[in-house]
């Protein structure tokens, strides 16, 4: 497939490394020529210096027998202008960034409707959305929800104390017999990855993802370790968008927030449309605005600017006092071995959030992606189609290679934890989890146009 990326951002960059390791045609533009030099020598890509608005750019980027272009600049006109070209240049998919609520509103539907973008994404609502998910699961770093809701993706990193640690997962599989309620998909250990077998022993400081049937959920939390207690008091450090809609969202669920917005201006544009949250002028990195708030009553504290250094600190500063799980969304990914090793309990990226939506229209046949900054295994929700390799034949016999898992299996909403007799129907939803270049072994294993 042949993808034009329009935007060498966090975003666009990070679209761009995942097309091009699955071999994808990739081609990226931007009018930053020092940032698609560094592109360039990172990644096996096409780069364009221009922009996504001028057709003779996007012609240079090699238009003509594209198949899809993905529009994700910061702005919000360059991303629709461009799939207005595309498509008019015959372009079949186009995605598009939109960040203006505006835009996205039911007003704006028409002209959504002019511009003929496929899919329209967005980073603060969905990074809004992954913190939620993990607000649910105290401890965990990582949560992935599949097959609407029947099953579980839940990352964490095991602390030496976690019940499930020194054991092997054979043996851990023996105890749960004859109906398994979770599977261990993959352990990141140091710089590597492994999509395990029955042999592994888990070791403390493990990144461990789990696949679990959803009524199992608080077991296996306590079983990595992890709280199982409902947040009641959040503290949002950052006023963005993104804070704005995961505070609306918690408040909705009964929970206490409490933002901090360094920006007089936009402080009192969120104390008037959030009229149930506390708006607190300041900057999030000011220890004495921060002890005024009282960090240790709080269950969470999640800093969400666009500054790395101050989301670190504050986070760092938060647990220092006693507030139970600090969340930093970081840009910069060279920082995530700074934050595991000083203690901050999770750290998001926009990027990933957004990577994974465009990940699953790439695929077409994929019902949900799942990607992770800590490692290049996925999970990958698949509806297996009937006439398709997999289609009423058993795990076992589908001679999977070492780098894939099936994990779960959603048959008319009900979940069970794949097993080597497991025999696979069509229509039957299956959570697999795989290294990047062996996606399309899955998709070729359980669809008939993979």
Known sequence: MHVIVV?????????????????????????????????GAELDVLTVEGSGTHPSVLSDAGLDGCDLVVAVTSRDEVNLVTSLIAKQRGVGNTIVRIESEELRSRASADLRQTFQADLVIDPDHQTAERILHLLDYPGASEIAVMAQGEAIVIGTRLEADAPIVGRRLSEIAAEYEPDWEFMVGSISRGEHTYIPRADYELMANDLVRVVCKRRARRRVATLLGLGTGAVRHVLLLGGGRTAEILAGRLVSRGVEVVVVERDAERALELAEDLSDVQVLEGDITDADLLEETDLGRFDAVAALTGEDESNILACLYAKSVGASETIAVVHRLALLSLLDSAGVDVALSPRTATADGV????????????????????????EVESGSPADNSLVQDLKLPKGVLIGAIVRDGKPQIARGRSRLRGRDHVVAFATPDLVREVRRLLTCNG
């Open 7 to 39: 935007g060498a951002g966090e975003v666009g960059s990070y679209v761009a490394a995942r097309l091009s390791h699955e071999r994808h045609n990739v081609s990226v533009v931007d009018t930053d020529a020092h940032r698609l030099r560094q592109l």
């Open 359 to 382: 990940m699953r229209f790439v695929r077409g046949d994929v019902a949900a992606v799942a990607t992770f900054l800590e490692s290049d295994a996925e999970v990958l929700e698949v």
